[in-house]
């Protein structure tokens, strides 16, 4: 991911409708088991989720392994180590949880990050994460965020079991808004196809208040469906434990 795109997300993240649904998804995850003890932001960006574990009570470390993002997670007042996620820079068993969102999917190698979690986590410990879902979902979004991959719900749970992280939880999210994303993203295609030369570029960007509103209603609403989560999404959110031995 270029650093423009990486400050043009910096700068959405506080507004964007997307971003906001994706911090109540791992707000209400985190749930009654918050606050207890350390907790790893892994790929924290510009550090918007790094404040939902110290709101909710944990001692947080972030770690991001690109220095635009951690440089602007540094404007923000926050504490940031830049690393990489295949090779983790702590001991063993230091967090009682690592959060990791939309992480997996830039690595070359996920099953070593799973891996490196696993080490990391003390037993009990949680890994929360989300992933982009959906293979047929692949587009200009993914190139231009330099994704490797997108998730099934059988790849990431394969991911996690072979990484020796016992998945508690798998849902979707962004159900009712997929039907539009496909649409968007098919559109698009078919420009560049008709000969577009634009710079691929992610879906993450301005729109208008009122759309962002009515949007955030759409995802604010799905909330209220927990049934949806069992069919097909943009991104899946999932909790996987390390087992006491």
């Known amino acids: 991911m270029g650093p423009e795109e990486l400050r043009r997300q910096a700068a959405l993240e506080d507004r964007h409708f997307w971003y906001a649904a994706r911090r ?7 749930g009654a088991e918050a606050g207890r003890g350390w907790a790893l932001d892994l790929g924290a960006g510009s550090g918007g989720n790094t404040s939902l574990l110290t709101d909710a009570g944990y001692h947080a470390v972030a770690l991001e392994r690109h220095p635009v993002a951690a440089q602007v997670a540094r404007s923000r007042g926050l504490a940031v180590l830049e690393g990489d996620g295949h090779r983790l820079p702590f001991a063993d068993a230091t967090f009682d949880l690592v959060l990791a969102c939309d992480v997996l999917e830039h690595l ?11 080490r990391v986590l003390r037993p009990g410990g949680r890994l929360l994460l989300t992933v982009p879902a959906d293979p047929t979902l692949w587009s200009a979004h993914d190139v231009a965020l330099d994704h490797r991959r ?7 749970s394969a991911v996690l079991e ?12 962004m159900v009712l808004l997929r039907p539009l994303v496909a649409l968007r993203r098919r ?3 078919h420009s560049s196809e008709e000969g577009s030369k634009e710079v691929p570029a992610s879906d993450l960007e301005e729109v208008a208040p009122l759309v962002n509103r009515l949007l955030a209603g759409v995802l604010r609403l799905e909330d209220r469906l927990p049934a949806l989560g069992a069919r097909r999404g ?7 434990v390390k087992r006491v031995p």
């Open 24 to 30: 109540r998804q791992v707000a209400r995850r985190l």
């Open 187 to 189: 559109v698009r295609a």
């Open 150 to 156: 997108r998730y099934t719900r059988q790849t990431l």
């Open 162 to 173: 072979e990484g020796g992280l016992h998945l508690s939880a798998m849902s979707a999210w």
């Open 108 to 118: 070359d190698d996920d099953l070593a990050a799973v891996q490196e979690v696993r």
């Open 234 to 240: 943009v991104s899946l959110i999932a909790v996987a």
